[in-house]
């Protein structure tokens, strides 16, 4: 049983900065990837940024340059740097780990349960 615990959204106006973190604890013990989703009002979920254990960081183009995805192995935790933020980043934001069980098992997918980020002056 894994289970991924998703904090830092809130409201900021626009230019201004967040931090998310995603905190990952169970029984997983080989994380491959960590990443984050968005969903906004009225749209599918995308993809925002993906780091692999060997720290491979990759980003949606409308991102680049302001957001930056870092992990911290010994804490399972994830984060995700978002500055000079804009109207259109308002979403919900999704914790997203890809990883193997004991013994090598899976590998198996977990999100976490989402959190609102909103954009607006």
């Known amino acids: 049983q894994v289970q991924l615990v998703e904090s830092g959204g809130g409201l900021v106006q626009p230019g201004g900065s967040l931090r998310l973190s995603c905190a990952a604890s169970?029984?997983?013990?080989?994380?491959?990837?960590m990443g984050w989703y968005r969903q906004p009002p009225g749209k599918q979920r995308a993809l925002v940024a993906t780091?692999?254990?060997?720290?491979?960081?990759n980003y949606a183009d409308s991102v680049k340059g302001r957001f930056t995805i870092s992990t911290d192995s010994a804490k399972n935790t994830a984060y995700l740097q978002m500055n000079s933020l804009k109207p259109e980043d308002t979403a919900v934001y999704y914790c997203?780990?890809?990883?193997?069980?004991?013994?090598?098992?899976?590998?198996?997918?977990?999100w976490g349960q989402g959190t609102q980020v909103t954009v607006s002056s």
């Open positions: 780091i692999t254990s060997g720290s491979t960081a």
């Open positions: 169970g029984s997983i013990s080989s994380i491959r990837v």
């Open positions: 997203n780990v890809i990883g193997f069980g004991k013994y090598g098992v899976g590998p198996y997918t977990y």
